[in-house]
């Protein structure tokens, strides 16, 4: 049976790259894909996710959702994506539009419609996912987990202690990881493990297919821009370890710990705090990626682009 997922996403580079591998795997049911401001602004991200959306013949529907965080001023990376939020390929005009539906009002209505089915996958600030716990707690019940992109249990890479999804709405991520539900954080100390390097760059520009070919680009530009800003020698593809996750667990080892997000607008505004050695006496309550099978992973999404 398929897992029914809902994809939240600010494209983004590698947000576009897991909307191809959410849309196409065999084992997703993906129901809708709901989009928030947060690489760039909501007008660039949802335009983003439309122009992917028709280069892959996708049809799933796509909804706009907040573009803005819940109370902090608005922090956006144009100094990774560029100035579009996904530079780097030319995508050709489409008459794609979004739902008239808004993406929270979407998320209420299908998380109502379950019982302990539907899966979020949140790969952005989690503005939208906040929203829509709080306007409506039932959807509690219709939700078996949330798998997230963001945190860090390290280094951060927005601020020195925190990592850019969850600073851009410390708030809202605090709503989330408060929730009581379960919820998985694929954070920069597992993402950073998934840097397609020249090889797996190759790998994919060797699929003779329009899909292909723009994704090739789009590891090209986000490569560029992790070199000038972090010395990276390749591209994390943060985002597409979410969906991985959720398509195959057994990809990422966790480990089940008290997190906490530091909303004091201090230095380490917008942290996720792990307590791996118990000294909170909190209960766990996320699970922390750790380690992840990148031979297996990098082969899952390959194979994935090639039934474009």
């Known amino acids: 049976m ?9 494209p983004g580079h590698d947000d576009a790259v897991a909307i191809l591998l959410a849309a196409k795997h065999e084992s997703l049911d993906l129901r809708g894909i709901t989009v928030v401001a947060g690489n760039q ?15 892959a013949g996708i049809s ?38 979004a739902e008239s539906q808004s993406a929270v009002d979407f998320i209420i209505e299908e998380c109502l419609k379950y019982d302990k089915e539907l899966v979020l996958i949140p790969t952005g ?4 996912i906040a929203l829509a716990l709080m306007k409506e707690p039932r959807i ?16 951060g890479n927005h601020t020195p202690s925190a990592e ?24 920069l100390d597992l993402t950073h493990q998934a840097k397609a390097y020249p090889d797996v760059v190759a790998r994919i520009g060797q699929i003779n297919s329009p ?19 972090f010395n990276f020698e390749a591209p994390p593809l943060h985002d597409v370890c979410a969906v991985a996750y959720v398509i195959d667990p057994s990809l990422i080892k966790t480990q089940k710990l008290p997190v906490v997000i530091d909303t004091s607008k201090g230095p380490c505004y917008g942290r996720t705090v792990c307590d791996f050695y118990g ?30």
């Open 2 to 10: 398929k897992t029914k997922i809902i994809l939240d996403v600010d």
């Open 125 to 128: 600030p989690l503005t939208n």
């Open 279 to 308: 000294v909170t006496a909190k209960p766990a309550n996320v699970d922390v990626a750790l380690e992840l099978d990148q031979n297996r992973f990098w082969d899952l999404l390959i194979e994935t682009i090639q039934k474009y």
């Open 164 to 187: 850019f999804n969850i600073y851009v709405d410390p708030e809202a991520a605090h709503v989330v990881f408060e929730s009581g539900l379960p919820v998985t954080m694929i954070g």
């Open 60 to 97: 799933v529907p796509v909804y706009a959702g907040q573009g803005m965080p819940l109370f902090r001023d608005q922090v956006i990376a144009d100094n990774i994506h560029g100035d579009s939020g996904l530079d780097g390929p030319e995508f050709p005009e489409t008459n794609r539009q």
């Open 140 to 155: 509690k019940e219709g939700i078996k987990e949330i798998v997230l992109m963001g945190g860090a249990y390290g280094m």
């Open 41 to 55: 602004v909501l007008e660039k991200t949802l335009q983003n996710a439309l122009n992917i959306c028709s280069l």
């Open 211 to 229: 899909v292909a070919q723009v994704v090739v680009e789009l590891l090209e530009f986000f490569g560029s821009t992790y070199k000038r800003e």
